[in-house]
């Protein structure tokens, strides 16, 4: 039984201890699959470089995965370039972003069983766990350029619907939010030496 959509803003902010840790997984990796193909000078093979990719990912979040202090990650094998994490009572399946965006076309059975959370009628407001989607994205060069989120809702062989648009998850180093109290103690400490510096001047004239 599926249910009402959580906000995606909401979902992010739960997320966050994992996809900081995925963030750092897959800027290793990629860039050790990166450094590969520069040491033997040839250009990136997208097929072998994702499967490393995984594999690598994989082997990190096993090293790493203790840093996750809200709640236990659990990995799960899947085929075909993927991951898939219990984050809780939630599960998430990663795989690589295809022209940007989550995959679309050549859903297997398993996939589109996956996919499939239509909210049943009378169960709208309740709230069960959710299947989500995180598409790691790289440019030509093989760099990541980041990670996306999704919450499928239905998909059929083609095609996938989504509960809401597909979001950019941010980079923690961009999500860190200012000290506000640090912020305004340096204010003031720094209006009490100008107010000083121009009493300072004042006596010296």
Not at 17 to 30: D, Q, S
Not at 76 to 93: A, H, K
Not at 139 to 162: E, I, M, N, Q
Request: net charge negative; aromatic share 8%; hydrophobic share 45%.
């Amino acid at each position: 039984m599926q249910t009402k959509a959580p906000d995606p803003t909401a979902v992010l902010a739960r997320l966050s201890t994992l996809t900081r840790l995925l963030y750092e997984a897959f800027e290793i990796a990629t860039q050790i699959v990166r450094a590969y193909f520069d040491k033997i000078r040839a250009p990136v093979d997208p097929w072998l470089a994702a499967m490393w990719t995984r594999f690598l990912v994989k082997r990190i979040l096993a090293e790493r995965g203790q840093e996750v202090e809200e709640e236990e990650i659990e990995q799960e094998n899947v085929p075909n370039v993927g991951l898939w994490l219990r984050f809780g009572e939630d599960q998430i399946r990663i795989w690589k972003a295809v022209r940007g965006g989550i995959l679309e076309s050549d859903n297997s059975d398993a996939r589109i069983a996956y996919f499939s959370q239509e909210p049943l009628p009378g169960f709208e407001d309740a709230q069960n766990p959710h299947k989500y989607i995180i598409a790691w994205d790289v440019d030509d060069k093989f760099s990541l350029k980041g990670l996306l989120l999704a919450l499928p809702r239905s998909a059929t062989r083609v095609s996938v619907k989504l509960h809401w648009p597909v979001v950019p998850i941010p980079h923690p180093a961009l999500a860190i939010e200012p000290d506000r109290a640090a912020t305004a103690q340096l204010a003031e400490d720094l209006a009490i030496e100008i107010d000083q510096a121009k009493t300072d001047i004042k006596g010296m004239e």
